[in-house]
């Protein structure tokens, strides 16, 4: 680990800011640092690393779209650790966010992290792929009944719609 720290600096433990202070660093590539408190799965397959209890009021966001996130892992299994995240830090909504592309952005203990699972299917959020796409079957169509007229008996009408 002393190896790693002495080999790419700008990644040691100590050049990690708090959630709390990335926004100050718009712009710049960066090391953020916080306990991630939820793993949510938004519109599209978008997963989103919550660090604050309400996310609408929180200073800073990780982002993971589906496309990337068979390069970062199961992040699900983040949730209630410290993690590390390094990348370039964007304004987005008005507060601070990195959005995360790959599994080598992750450091510190708590940052590893398996892949996927391979029945995962990141557009079916989270839901497991059944393996195979089938079409659907096609719906049955309702028998239509012939109307009978007020006053009026099935037994009344014949097979070509004469009355008796």
Not at 10 to 25: G, L
Not at 33 to 46: D, I, M, T
Not at 97 to 105: F, S, T, Y
């Amino acid at each position: 680990m002393l190896l790693l720290a002495l080999l790419f600096p700008a990644m040691s433990i100590a050049d990690c800011i708090a959630i709390s202070e990335a926004k100050k660093y718009i712009g710049e590539t960066r090391c953020v640092s916080g306990k991630l408190l939820r793993v949510k799965q938004g519109n599209r397959g978008v997963t989103f690393l919550d660090f604050c209890e309400d996310y609408r009021v929180c200073p800073f966001t990780v982002v993971v779209f589906p496309s990337n996130l068979r390069h970062v892992g199961d992040v699900r299994q983040l949730q209630g650790k410290v993690v590390e995240i390094h990348g370039p830090v964007k304004l987005y909504d008005g507060r601070a966010e990195i959005v995360l592309e790959r599994a080598g952005q992750l450091t510190g203990d708590d940052g590893q992290i398996p892949p996927l699972p391979k029945g995962y299917d990141v557009e079916k959020k989270g839901r497991y792929a059944a393996g195979k796409f089938s079409h659907p079957k096609a719906g049955r169509k309702p028998n239509k009944k012939r109307q009978t007229a007020p006053g009026q008996t099935e037994e009344q009408i014949d097979p070509m719609g004469t009355e008796q």
